[in-house]
């Protein structure tokens, strides 16, 4: 099948406009590792806390005391009583993680089902910046931002394994390809849902600064040596 290649202007025009929007998301001094793992600890916990899971609380109470001894600032999310839900976990790249660690796993989806890797590498990218245990406030996991019920129509049982998450989402956009035959379409329906595209709805404004960007990353890793 053929993908959508625009000529070599455009993508360095798409790879700029990426670039642009993306830098304030990933400005600032890069928080430390065990600092993501609360924030991420957290978030769960508040999520499920709204869901009305009796231990969340608890869970949520305990972490942001260990928050607290390592003198970590805590998000304004996270206190008792908020009615407003975390937002997605800040796209901001680790120091001294190692993004290469999912390329076995990013060149088997692309074998199955037959993608650039590049293309789901970018999409890794937008969506968690390669956290793997990420999750939003609209409850989507893992490194491919799979929603829960997404996951259960595809197979996946477990969306924060690196593995079944990367084949999953993987194999969403191998369908949105094959249905709406083109990439632009396939990304609308990834992050906005199939229905806009059948429906015709046009673009969320947020879906568009999503195309840019993976589109940004496409190029980018496409260069890769």
């Known amino acids: 099948m053929a993908f959508y290649r625009p000529h070599l ?3 360095l ?7 642009l929007l993306i830098g304030n998301a990933y400005s600032g001094q890069d928080d430390s590792f065990y600092e993501d793992f609360l924030s991420q600890r957290m978030m769960i916990a508040k999520i499920r806390e709204f869901r009305g899971e009796v231990s ?6 305990s972490l942001k005391g260990e ?16 009615s407003v839900g975390p937002p997605k976990y800040g796209l901001r790249l680790r120091q001294n993680f190692n993004y290469g660690r999912y390329d076995p796993l ?12 590049a293309l789901i590498k970018a999409v890794i990218r937008a ?25 259960d129509e595809i197979g996946v049982q477990n969306a924060f ?7 999953g989402g993987s194999s969403l956009i191998r369908k949105y390809l094959n249905e709406f035959g083109s990439l632009k379409k396939a990304l609308i329906a990834y992050n906005a849902g199939p229905q806009w595209v059948r429906k015709r709805k046009g673009i969320p404004k947020e879906t568009r600064i999503y195309i840019t960007r993976v589109i940004g990353f496409y190029c980018f890793y496409r260069g890769e040596k």
């Open 106 to 117: 990013i060149q088997k989806a692309s074998g199955a089902y037959d993608l650039p890797p």
């Open 56 to 61: 969340a609380k608890a869970l949520l109470t």
């Open 13 to 19: 025009l798409s790879f700029l406009l990426g670039f």
């Open 127 to 151: 969506e968690s910046a390669f956290i793997e245990d990420a999750i939003s406030h609209k409850g989507a996991q893992g490194l491919m931002q799979l929603m829960p019920e997404t996951a």
């Open 161 to 167: 394994d690196p593995r079944t998450n990367i084949l």
């Open 67 to 82: 928050a607290t001894k390592i003198g970590m600032k805590l998000p304004e999310w996270s206190h008792s009583g908020t």
């Open 9 to 11: 202007s455009a993508l």
